[in-house]
């Protein structure tokens, strides 16, 4: 049972680190990612890699659905911005790549602005409408635009390089991603503890209430959504880096459905929810692959149910968490920490 | 410009809108009794043309009883829908009830390629097949006829909101629940026939349109589509959905046949957004006033 845990400062509450196990546990966990490419073999790498993506923009997501209430979808729209950004510049101009990675950031930040300028007059689903428009507005554009985009064939980049060092495997592709979602999901649990966190907090909870407390609604509102489409813009630049091709169907609809999905799952609301979410949301269809190629040998036709099943063990999920769990993964994870916080105590 | 085109491409699309107004009631019906955005209907609607597929083309039954047959295989998926897992999320935060009817939609595009395989299949023809020309306008038969049937539906459930005592439930649950069950209206019942008669629209314009259009997985996509048109047509209003369905069928249709297939979707979205910024509840939606 956990003692000693009386706090006494308002500081001390909103501390990200409130006590030396939780730092002995964190510093255990970025040991484990560091040395996690030297034991993996390429096929859990690249998984390693796809994971850290999937973090990165579910938990830009996870900051303007989960904690400012705005439904978007348009994520997949903001991570395309992102990548055809990098992809532009890597050809264009040969910078590297944290030059380019910051400008994607703020480019799709940019255009997250534009696409949340709406969301004073509209909002719940009419704003999630609107999301929808804008990334059918910029599926076209990735599609038609043909001098920048290279219209329906997409752009094909160079490896990410910095200082002569050029990032062409996925072992190399993995530090950078990791340390950049380690950093960018620290650097959103520092703003949500900051007034601008707790304004998005009230804008979520009620925002007429919000607005009367003094929080300037379109500020924060277009805030959030900069925010969430600069770490879109990121995770689609590191996308386009990992990949080394981008073309418009590489963001379709159902991938700003997946990202959604995956905050629920995970636990709207919640930092670590989104990483639980994005994680376990990017391992099942991997699962299920490796599950299909054991039973081919007995059934020879399991490839092809594969997919549908896909389909149906995605929108399970999404139907299922809703009614059963609708706080996600992060409660289970909540319940089974409150379980040894409390041993041996039953509740 | 060739009028005589444009008025033929126009009366086609005028068609096809038909078709949209028709599954946009449905959207409406479901939206005014249980303030539930479908993201599914484009999915209940390609389940209905698969059952069809399934009667007509595999057990071999006339068409004019597969398609009776289809539609209400629709509207009991409706109705299932509703009671297991739409029921659950009573008073939940919209968010959440949209993103189970996103599960719900590929749950279903799942089922449909485990039995029907995600091979495009035609259904077979069951309309009849002389052109139809009115004035010198030529009309594709499938197109005219399926407007015919759907329009015939669409004359039936205005009728019905009218003036039966379904359709007067309905309305009163719509606009004041509490006041509707202190009446002694079933609302749960409302709810569950919502639903039920939500999905008939949308199932028998699915068997139409993908009459006309064949038939795949992808089907679903149609549901963008008449999410627009509900959207632009105001979510509570039935006027709005008829209005605004045979203007975006119209629009769709021409800008597809004047700037080519790839700006379908852009044109109506701008239509979209022009008045989402102007009026967001819609031409003809009421406008909510919220309260602290």
Same mark, same amino acid.
């Given at each position: ?33 560091? &040395? ?88 719940? &689903? ?11 507005? &910029? ?98 630049? &590191? ?109 | ?292």
């Amino acid at each position: 049972m956990r003692i000693g845990d009386a706090k006494q400062t308002y500081e001390a509450d909103e501390a990200i680190w409130t006590s030396n196990t939780q730092k002995l546990w964190f510093g255990l966990l970025l040991l484990i990612l560091l &040395l996690f490419p030297f034991m993996a073999d390429s096929y859990l790498l690249y998984l390693g890699c796809l994971v850290g993506i999937a973090v990165i923009s579910t938990t830009g997501l996870n900051i303007l659905t989960g904690f400012t209430g705005l439904i978007s979808l348009g994520q997949a729209g903001f991570m395309g911005v992102g990548a055809y950004t990098v992809a532009w510049l890597s050809l264009n101009t040969g910078l590297p790549f944290p030059v380019t990675l910051l400008l994607a950031g703020l480019v799709a930040a940019a255009v997250g602005i534009l696409v949340g300028l709406p969301s004073l007059r509209v909002k719940g &689903l009419y704003l999630a409408i609107a999301t929808l428009a804008a990334s059918v507005f &910029l599926h076209f554009i990735f599609a038609e635009w043909e001098s920048v985009t290279g219209g329906m064939g997409g752009l094909s980049l160079e490896p990410a390089h910095l200082f002569g060092l050029t990032f062409q495997s996925d072992f190399r592709m993995y530090f950078i991603i990791v340390t950049l979602a380690v950093l960018m999901v620290l650097a959103a649990r520092n703003v949500l503890r900051t007034r601008v966190g707790r304004a998005f907090i009230a804008i979520r909870d009620r925002d007429i209430s919000a607005e009367i407390l003094g929080i300037n609604l379109l500020r924060y509102k277009l805030m959030s959504f900069a925010l969430s489409s600069f770490y879109a813009g990121v995770a689609g630049g &590191l996308f386009a880096y990992f990949y080394r091709v981008v073309t418009p169907e590489s963001f379709p609809l159902s991938m700003s459905i997946f990202y959604l999905a995956a905050v629920i799952v995970g636990g709207m609301g919640n930092l670590l929810g989104g990483i639980l979410g994005a994680a376990f949301m990017t391992l099942v269809p991997e699962a299920l692959k490796l599950l299909t190629a054991a039973l081919t040998p007995f059934y020879p036709n399991a490839p092809v149910f594969m997919s549908p099943m896909l389909e149906i063990i995605f929108g399970a999920l999404i139907v299922g968490f809703l009614i059963f769990e609708p706080h996600g993964l992060a409660e289970i994870w909540h319940r089974i920490r409150r379980f040894f916080r409390l041993w041996p105590f039953r509740n | 410009m060739d009028w005589l085109f444009f008025g033929e491409i126009s009366l086609a699309g005028l068609a096809m809108g038909g078709l949209y107004a028709l599954i946009a009631l449905g959207f409406v019906m479901i939206y005014k009794a249980t303030r539930v955005i479908n993201f599914a209907i484009g999915e209940i609607m390609m389940f209905a043309a698969y059952l069809f597929l399934a009667f007509a083309g595999g057990m071999e039954l006339s068409a004019w009883i597969a398609l009776p047959l289809a539609v209400i295989g629709g509207s009991i998926l409706g109705g299932v829908i509703e009671k297991t897992m739409i029921r659950p999320m009573l008073g939940e935060s919209p968010i959440s009830v949209v993103m189970v009817t996103i599960g719900i939609a590929s749950i279903l595009v799942g089922l449909v390629e485990f039995i029907w395989t995600a091979d495009p299949q035609l259904l077979p023809n069951f309309l009849p097949r002389e052109p139809v020309f009115i004035g010198p306008l030529y009309l594709a038969p499938k197109i005219a006829y399926g407007f015919l049937i759907g329009s015939a539906l669409l004359i039936v459930y205005l009728l019905y909101f009218r003036f039966s005592r379904g359709g007067v439930a309905l309305r009163a649950t719509a606009s004041d629940q509490a006041a509707a069950y202190s009446m002694g209206i079933n609302v749960r019942r409302v709810f569950n026939l919502a639903w039920v008669f939500g999905s008939l629209a949308a199932s028998l314009a699915g068997v139409l349109v993908a009459a006309t259009g064949g038939l795949s997985p992808q089907f679903g996509i149609i549901g963008l589509s008449v999410l627009v048109v509900v959207i632009v047509g105001g979510l509570d209003s039935i006027l709005g959905a008829l209005v605004a369905g045979v203007f975006i069928g119209w629009l769709e249709t021409v800008a597809g046949a004047y700037l080519g297939g790839e700006y379908r979707m852009p044109a109506t979205f701008v239509v979209l957004a022009v008045i989402l910024v102007i009026r967001p509840y819609g031409l003809f939606g009421t406008h909510e006033i919220e309260r602290v």
